[in-house]
Every structure is written in C-alpha cells, then in structure tokens.
C-alpha cells in the first residue's frame, strides 16, 4: 500500500490552478465522480480534474475517490513526518461527522516555492468507498474561504449510489449475465461480479470490467496497442498470452486477447480475456478475469457481457 499512500500525499501536496458565486441548493457531483456536495460559494465544476475551482482567488476542491479498504491504510500514511516531506504543516486532524460514515478533516499550510497555501483535507470512508476532498488557497485569498464556510461544504458531502454512478456512464451493460455491478470509476468504467462480496480479494470471484478510453490505433497498430494494454493489468503476475488476433465485436473492429497468469494476492493460476472494441475517436475495453478452473464455466458469460455493453 505504500504506493497508494504515496499518491494520496501527492493529491494532498497537488497545486491545482484556480474558483466563482453562491450557494447551491443540492449537492453537485463532478463528472465521473461519485461525490458530491454543496460547494463553497465561489465554485463551480472543475474543468481539468474532478472537483470545483475558484479561478478569481487560485482557489480549487479536488475529488478523489477509491476502494472502501484504503482508508486506514490513508489515514495510517498521514503522520506528521510524511506532511512535512510535502511541505505541509499540519495544524489539527480531528474527527469530522458524515452520514452514513466516518471522516477526519486534516487543517494546516502548505509551502510550495514563495506561496503558503491553507489547506483542508477530508478523509472519508463507507462501506462504498474511501473519499479524499482536498480545498486549498493561497494565503493572500485565504479570506475569501474562512474555516467555517469550508467546514459547512464539507458537512453537505454525499455520496452517490452505485445504481446511480452506473447510469451516469457512457454506456450500459444491456445482459448483465448474472454479474452485478458493484463499482463505477471515475465516470467511465464499471466493475461488475459474480458473488457475494463487493470487495473482493484476489480471483476469489469472477471479475469482469468495462472501461471507455479515448484514442484510434491504426489496423496494423491494435496487436501491439492490445498487449501493452494488457500488460497494465493489476494483480495478476507471469502472463503467458495464449492467443491475440482481431476480432469483430457487436459489428465493430475489435481485438481479443487470451492469456493465462498467477494472482498476485494467492498465488492461483488464473485466466485472463480482453476484449477492445474500436470507435472512430475511442474505444471499449472490457476484461475478464476467473480463476482457471472457472473459466470454462463462465467464458460464455463473459461473452455474453461483452455483446451486451452499448453505447448510451
């Protein structure tokens, strides 16, 4: 987990440019996020990352969220020693109440170069997710964002449901082939499996992910495109591919990539399938992974899944 906590001391320590006008009646959840509040006066959505920015006072609110199970593993990483490493002085962490869950609100300035920065940082963890909401200001603007306007953002903070997450994506999966959803990611992927536990540890059940990212390979480009993609994959060690060739999928250009591997959590031998499905500016990118001697079991339900994913 220590590239994790690194990442998130990075999100604390990010300088993000500029945010503008008043309060908001309901929470507003930044696309591809499933957090969302009621932000300070002065915000409006953010338009290179997930949050809001006050671009008048160099003000921004960045959104991350990610698995249920990191925040003690976050919260664990915060220690006073690794702040500072960023620059940041902390001034105060204390528990801070949410609905439906728990949170630490973490206060203190940041010094990047010449410029001190006031930040508040919230940590939040449900059963759902773990969130990390970080506000920061420069100093001079620090006025227009007092402690109590921050802290009154924050108490507004909601989280979207997963049946509401999966029907803001870019696409729906139409035969769910006795998969179900339980995570969707930054707007534009959905984690669906077959099994009682939504987080779920290793290949101890199928899994199956749909993603949409932005990009065309030529013809004689898609092999080598799949197989880097491929090899990107998390928790499965030692691939040996098994076969790789184009493929039409749902009447489209597509490509398939079979491979066998280890899973890194257990050590099982797995089966991995790859499906890409080629737009004229982007593409599907749907993967399967079971343990091996699921697989003969469930490929046809993967197919199934693939054959269903639409655009919306």
């Not at 690194?6 to 591809?32: E, I, M, Q, T, Y």
């Not at 957090?35 to 960045?62: C, K, N, T, W, Y």
Request: glycine share 8%; net charge neutral.
């Amino acid at each position: 987990m220590r590239l994790l906590s690194s990442a998130v001391l990075l999100a604390f320590a990010l300088v993000v440019a500029p945010l503008s006008a008043a309060w908001a009646a309901d929470a507003v959840f930044p696309r591809g996020s499933a957090i969302g509040l009621v932000p300070p006066s002065g915000m409006v959505e953010g338009q290179a990352f997930a949050g809001f920015e006050d671009r008048a006072h160099s003000a921004s609110l960045l959104i991350v969220d990610m698995p249920p199970d990191a925040y003690e593993q976050i919260e664990a990483g915060f220690t006073d020693a690794a702040l500072a490493s960023k620059g940041i002085t902390l001034e105060k962490r204390e528990a801070f109440p949410i609905e439906g869950g728990k949170a630490t609100l973490f206060t203190g300035t940041q010094t990047a170069g010449p410029a001190t920065l006031r930040k508040w940082v919230l940590l939040v963890g449900t059963s759902q997710l773990t969130g990390l909401l970080t506000l920061q200001v420069p100093e001079s603007e620090a006025a227009a964002y007092p402690d109590a306007a921050v802290r009154a953002a924050f108490a507004t903070l909601k989280v979207r449901s997963v049946q509401d997450q999966v029907s803001a994506l870019p696409f729906v999966a139409t035969n769910l082939a006795g998969f179900r959803p339980v995570r969707a990611l930054g707007g534009s992927a959905l984690v669906l499996t077959d099994g009682p536990k939504d987080v779920i540890e290793g290949v101890e059940q199928p899994l199956f992910v749909v993603s949409v990212g932005m990009g065309a390979p030529r013809d004689d480009e898609r092999r080598q495109f799949a197989l880097r993609l491929l090899s990107t994959l998390p928790g499965v060690k030692d691939l040996k591919l098994e076969r790789a060739e184009p493929q039409r999928i749902s009447g489209q250009s597509g490509f398939e990539v079979m491979a066998n591997g280890i899973d890194v959590k257990t050590g099982a031998p797995v089966k991995v399938v790859q499906w890409i499905r080629f737009g004229p500016t982007a593409y599907v990118r749907m993967v399967g992974v079971t343990r091996l001697d699921a697989f003969p079991d469930t490929y046809d339900r993967l197919r199934a899944l693939r054959d269903g994913v639409e655009p919306r």
